[in-house]
C-alpha cells in the first residue's frame, strides 16, 4: 500500500517561509512523478509544482514561480516544498501526489493524472 504524509505546515506571517516535506512509502518512488497540489478556502484544487522521477527538471505554477521550489531525494523517498515570501493568497491545504504516468510540464497539472495522494497539511499565511 502505498502512502504520503505530508509535514512542515503551519501558520506564518506575510513574507515568511516554510518547508514542506512528504514521505513516501512506496517501493517504485524513483520512478514516479512528485507534485504538490493546494486547496484554498472555497476553491478548486490547484496544480503548483511537480518534479521529474530523477529531479531533472520541475514545473511551477505562474502562481508559485520564482518563490516556491520543489526538490526530492530518492534515497530517503522525500519530497520537499520551499516556499518563500509567503503571501496570504498561498493559504490553503497542501498536498503531495504521486504519478506512476508521465506528466507533461508543457501543461498546467492536472489532479486525475495522479494516483497517490497524502491528506494534506495546512498552511496559514496571516498577520
Known amino acids: 500500500e502505498v502512502q504520503l504524509v505530508e509535514s512542515g505546515g503551519g501558520s506564518v506571517q506575510p513574507g515568511g517561509s516554510l518547508r514542506l516535506s512528504c514521505a513516501a512509502s512506496m517501493t517504485t518512488f524513483g520512478s514516479n512523478f512528485m507534485g504538490w497540489f493546494r486547496r484554498a478556502p472555497g476553491k478548486e484544487r490547484e496544480g503548483i509544482a511537480c518534479i521529474h522521477p530523477t529531479g531533472e527538471s520541475t514545473y511551477y505554477s505562474d502562481s508559485v514561480a520564482g518563490r516556491f521550489t520543489i526538490s526530492r531525494d530518492n534515497g530517503k523517498n522525500m519530497v520537499y516544498l520551499e516556499m518563500n515570501s509567503l503571501k496570504p493568497e498561498d493559504t490553503a491545504m497542501y498536498y503531495c501526489?504521486?504519478?506512476?504516468?508521465?506528466?507533461?510540464?508543457?501543461?498546467?497539472?492536472?489532479?486525475?493524472?495522479?494516483?497517490?495522494w497524502g491528506q494534506g497539511t495546512q498552511v496559514t499565511v496571516s498577520s
Open positions: 501526489a504521486g504519478s506512476y504516468s508521465w506528466i507533461p510540464f508543457s501543461k498546467r497539472l492536472r489532479d486525475h493524472d495522479f494516483q497517490y
